[in-house]
């Protein structure tokens, strides 16, 4: 039997409600990689047509938000982190080349903040990644990708500050 968006953030929400911490987010990233082997999940959870930013499920008492992200082509992205926010994100289709990156300087002012490139590798479907709150990363699409992400809130709600990758 398939599992349906409802079900699966009822999961999440349990493991969170459990766990709260690092501990419960290690849960929810177990839980992204199961739903990723999950066909039918995918096909309404990701159906054709979905926008490059889709909340499928906003937690009404915990904040946690699941999304639906579909990219038709080629894009790519700054370093960036996801403010006082983790982030998971779960590769359905495509890839997704990620890099992490080391903060020489958190932004300031009107000054951006600068970061030095780490290193990089590739999301395939299937993989689920756990991105604590400040952890700088970048992701780059080198063609069409579908994701399910989970955010620890809704990142429509906050404003972040740029960074500059520095040589």
Not at 92 to 98: C, I, L, Q, R
Not at 115 to 128: E, F, H, I, S, T
Request: charged share 25%; glycine share 10%.
């Amino acid at each position: 039997m398939s599992l349906t968006v409802e079900q699966f953030a009822s999961k999440c929400r349990a493991a969170l409600l459990a766990d709260p911490g690092p501990a419960g987010r290690v849960a929810v990233v177990e839980l992204v990689q199961e739903a990723l082997k999950d066909p039918a999940f995918l096909a309404e959870a990701l159906p054709e047509g979905t926008p490059e930013r889709k909340v499928l499920y906003e937690d009404p008492d915990l904040g946690f938000t699941i999304l639906a992200h579909a990219y038709a082509g080629a894009k790519g992205g700054s370093p960036h982190d996801h403010g006082p926010s983790w982030a998971i994100y779960g590769q359905a289709g495509g890839e997704t080349v990620m890099t992490d990156w080391d903060c020489l300087a958190r932004p300031d002012g009107s000054n951006p903040g600068r970061a030095k490139r780490l290193r990089d590798y590739v999301l395939k479907p299937g993989d689920a990644y756990l991105y604590e709150p400040g952890v700088l990363h970048s992701p780059r699409r080198d063609g069409p990708t579908r994701l399910l992400r989970i955010e620890g809130i809704n990142m429509d709600r906050v404003t972040r500050l740029p960074y500059v990758a520095a040589e």
